[in-house]
T-cell receptor
């Protein structure tokens, strides 16, 4: 699986949109972009994933560039509870041996400021 | 979604002993994984737990040190054998559910080896 590059940390004012970038310049055509977050002392939480098109759910939006070499996770109205480490990973689907090549990088530590 | 429970939630063990961690899911899942998260680090995949057959281990992890069982589609165990202080970590169970292939994580087991 392709590796990703994320900023080490970011701050965001409460109530504002948090935009978390991720570079995945070596992504392959069959690899998805997944986002997770981990709040201190808890297991990672799934946020959203996508292949080519932009995606939106109740938690966030995922914007993937046309060349798929980068993406942005958007939390539209950040709250203090969104303070966490956010991981961007790229992966093939879960069939066959693809799941054996997962790579969680160091992520972005997002701090939402009151 | 999938509700995942792990037992124990935390333990403090002596060097040279073994600990078995249990993972229970509230519904049948297609895939189960075990991860390790050392202090201040990202997640590292240990192995894929295969139902009815031997687990598939990632580079750097071996069956003698981390034996895994998966007797059915909702339960798995990970044993950390002959523990040393370097095994102190959070151990996380993770599952993938069809049809959307979302991946969910358990709350983790915090292991401290003295």
């Amino acid at each position: 699986d392709a590796k990703t590059t994320q900023p080490t940390s970011m701050d965001c004012a409460e109530g504002r949109a948090a935009n978390l970038p991720c570079n995945h310049s070596t992504i392959s055509g069959n690899e998805y972009v997944y986002w997770y977050r981990q709040i201190h002392s808890q297991g990672p939480q799934y946020i959203i994933h996508g292949l080519k098109n932009n995606e939106t759910n109740e938690m966030a939006s995922l914007i993937i560039t046309e060349d798929r070499k980068s993406s942005t996770l958007i939390l539209p109205h950040a709250t203090l509870r969104d303070t966490a480490v956010y991981y961007c990973i790229v992966r093939v689907g879960f069939s066959g041996s693809g799941a054996n090549n997962l790579f969680f990088g160091t992520g972005t530590r997002l701090t939402v400021i009151p | 979604s999938a509700v995942i429970s792990q037992k124990p939630s935390r333990d403090i063990c002596q060097r040279g002993t073994s600990l078995t961690i249990q993972c229970q899911v509230d519904s049948q899942v297609t895939m189960m994984f075990w991860y390790r998260q050392q202090p201040g680090q990202s997640l590292t995949l240990i192995a894929t737990a295969n139902q009815g057959s031997e687990a598939t281990y990632e580079s750097g992890f071996v069956i003698d040190k981390f034996p895994i069982s998966r007797p059915n589609l909702t339960f798995s165990t990970l044993t950390v054998s002959n523990m040393s202080p370097e095994d102190s970590s959070i151990y996380l169970c993770s599952v993938v559910k069809a049809p959307d292939n979302e991946q969910f994580f358990g709350p983790g087991t915090r292991l401290t080896v003295l």
